[in-house]
């Protein structure tokens, strides 16, 4: 895909993956609508690249209906068309056994699932109409087990990966276009906060580059670093009972 004159939503665009995304794309003829919780770093992302494409930025959460819903109507009166929604909006809930509660997991499912959901409902009207249209959801190699203190994060994102799969089959009579994006750890603000070694751990900048490629190629799931992506199909593979033997044994140590 040609990504000159197209545009593009980019979610979660205030730090990270979603922040370098709009800072690279900046560079081809495009139209950038970014979106974030953050207005004021949104606000300094958009005038640091203003004078090489056309952006316009709103202060929104995915997780809330109306909010997405708003933005969507303020887009298409602006621009008229989305071409490509990059699905970016991530949180890490942390899931804690001795203060196991709804309320984080209604969190991260409210921003990682739902705020996929929330927007592909307003895309897709359009986008099958038209015959036309491209979906990038970003979710993680991490959707593969359920790993100890992250049993939010890894359901949520293995809910969006199954979501997005089965829209890719349903929407290819539509020309509709659906791509996965499966980051192993990339270095971001949100995986700073982490307390345990990140393997194969990647540059934001690289990472995007990779994504971005892999949107040109029109791939149907976006997966690295290769390291990281061959150890998840090992751990997808390995039994029940062995990767509870090695995980117990990692929970013990903390």
Same mark, same amino acid.
């Given at each position: 895909?040609?990504?000159?004159?197209?545009?593009?939503?980019?979610?979660?665009?205030?730090?990270?993956?979603?922040?370098?995304?709009?800072?690279?794309?900046?560079?081809?003829?495009?139209?950038?609508?970014?979106?974030?919780?953050?207005?004021?770093?949104?606000?300094?992302?958009?005038?640091?690249?203003?004078?090489?494409?056309?952006?316009?930025?709103?202060?929104?959460?995915?997780?809330?209906?109306?909010?997405?819903?708003?933005?969507?109507?303020?887009?298409?009166?602006?621009?008229?068309?989305?071409?490509?929604?990059?699905?970016?909006?991530?949180?890490?809930?942390?899931?804690? !056994?001795?203060?196991?509660?709804?309320?984080?997991?209604?969190?991260?499912?409210?921003?990682?699932?739902?705020?996929?959901?929330?927007?592909?409902?307003?895309?897709?009207?359009?986008?099958?109409?038209?015959?036309?249209?491209?979906?990038?959801?970003?979710?993680?190699?991490?959707?593969?087990?359920?790993?100890?203190?992250?049993?939010?994060?890894?359901?949520?994102?293995?809910?969006?990966?199954?979501?997005?799969?089965?829209?890719?089959?349903?929407?290819?009579?539509?020309?509709?276009?659906?791509?996965?994006?499966?980051?192993?750890?990339?270095?971001?603000?949100?995986?700073?906060?982490?307390?345990?070694?990140?393997?194969?751990? !990647?540059?934001?900048?690289?990472?995007?580059?990779?994504?971005?490629?892999?949107?040109?190629?029109?791939?149907?799931? !976006?997966?690295?670093?290769?390291?990281?992506?061959?150890?998840?199909?090992?751990?997808?593979?390995?039994?029940?009972?062995?990767?509870?033997?090695?995980?117990?044994?990692?929970?013990?140590?903390?």
């Amino acid at each position: 895909m040609n990504l000159n004159n197209k545009t593009i939503l980019i979610t979660g665009a205030s730090s990270g993956i979603g922040y370098e995304l709009a800072l690279q794309l900046s560079e081809y003829n495009c139209n950038l609508i970014l979106t974030a919780r953050r207005k004021e770093l949104l606000d300094e992302l958009s005038r640091r690249i203003s004078s090489k494409c056309k952006v316009i930025s709103y202060q929104s959460d995915v997780s809330d209906k109306t909010s997405v819903k708003n933005v969507y109507e303020k887009v298409i009166g602006e621009f008229g068309k989305i071409d490509i929604a990059i699905l970016n909006a991530g949180i890490d809930q942390k899931t804690r !056994i001795t203060n196991f509660n709804s309320g984080d997991a209604e969190i991260t499912m409210g921003v990682n699932f739902f705020g996929l959901v929330y927007w592909i409902e307003l895309l897709l009207p359009e986008f099958m109409r038209e015959k036309r249209g491209m979906i990038v959801g970003v979710t993680s190699l991490a959707d593969v087990k359920g790993f100890p203190g992250s049993g939010y994060y890894c359901a949520s994102k293995a809910a969006a990966g199954h979501l997005l799969e089965s829209l890719r089959i349903g929407l290819k009579k539509y020309n509709v276009k659906v791509i996965t994006v499966k980051p192993g750890f990339v270095k971001t603000p949100m995986t700073d906060k982490n307390e345990f070694h990140m393997p194969f751990l !990647i540059d934001v900048d690289k990472a995007v580059k990779i994504i971005i490629r892999g949107i040109e190629k029109e791939k149907r799931v !976006i997966e690295f670093p290769l390291m990281t992506s061959l150890s998840t199909k090992l751990l997808k593979c390995m039994p029940y009972s062995m990767f509870e033997f090695i995980f117990s044994k990692d929970v013990k140590k903390k």
